[in-house]
C-alpha cells in the first residue's frame, strides 16, 4: 500500500471528468454544509444546477467561498484486524469561489455539458432557452487543487 500525492494534472482530470458525484462544502452558521452534487469539470471549473432557492444557494450567497471534493473507491483490503482495514481511493479537493452563471450562453453550454456527461451517449434534446429561468447554474471558479491516492 501507498499514499501519494497526485501532481499530474492529467490525472486529476480524468477523475473530474469521470467521477459522477461530488461534495461542495461551504460555510453556513454555525456549522458548515456539505452536500452530494452531481458536475461537471467544464473549462477548467466545477459546474452545478440548483433550484432556486435553498440552503445551499443561501451559503453561497453568505460566503462565495467553497470546498468541493470528488473521490474514486478502488478497493478495500480487509484484514481480521480493524487497525490494518484499509481502503483504497483517488481523491481531489477544489478550493474555489462559486458564482451564479448569468450569461445565457455560459448558462446553456453549462447545462448542456452536464446533461452529456450524464446521458452516456444518448440522444439528448436541445434545451429551451425558455426554461433557463427554472434553475441556477453555479460555476466554481478553481483556485487550488490537491489530489491524493492511497494505492495498492
Known amino acids: 500500500m501507498s499514499r ?16 459522477k458525484i461530488g461534495h461542495l462544502g461551504t460555510f453556513s452558521d454555525p456549522y458548515p454544509y456539505v452536500i ?14 440548483s433550484g432556486l432557492r435553498g440552503e445551499k444557494l443561501d451559503s453561497i450567497n453568505k460566503n462565495p467561498r467553497v470546498c468541493f471534493q470528488v473521490d474514486r ?4 483490503h480487509y484484514d481480521p484486524s480493524p487497525c490494518k482495514f ?20 455560459e448558462k446553456m453550454d453549462a447545462l448542456n455539458a452536464l446533461s452529456a456527461k ?10 429551451d432557452p425558455s ?11 478553481v483556485e487550488k487543487i490537491t489530489a491524493k491516492a492511497n494505492e495498492q
Request: no cysteine.
Open 4 to 19: 501519494r500525492v497526485i501532481e499530474d494534472q492529467k490525472e486529476i482530470e480524468t477523475i473530474l471528468q469521470e467521477e
Open 118 to 127: 450524464f446521458a452516456e451517449g444518448k440522444t439528448l434534446s436541445a434545451i
Open 131 to 141: 426554461q433557463l429561468k427554472m434553475v441556477k447554474v453555479i460555476k466554481i471558479e
Open 36 to 49: 452530494p452534487l452531481y458536475f461537471v469539470y467544464h473549462h477548467n471549473s466545477i459546474y452545478f444546477h
Open 73 to 76: 473507491v478502488e478497493g478495500f
Open 86 to 105: 484499509n481502503i483504497f481511493y483517488k481523491s481531489v479537493i477544489i478550493f474555489g469561489t462559486a458564482v451564479e452563471v448569468t450569461s445565457k450562453e
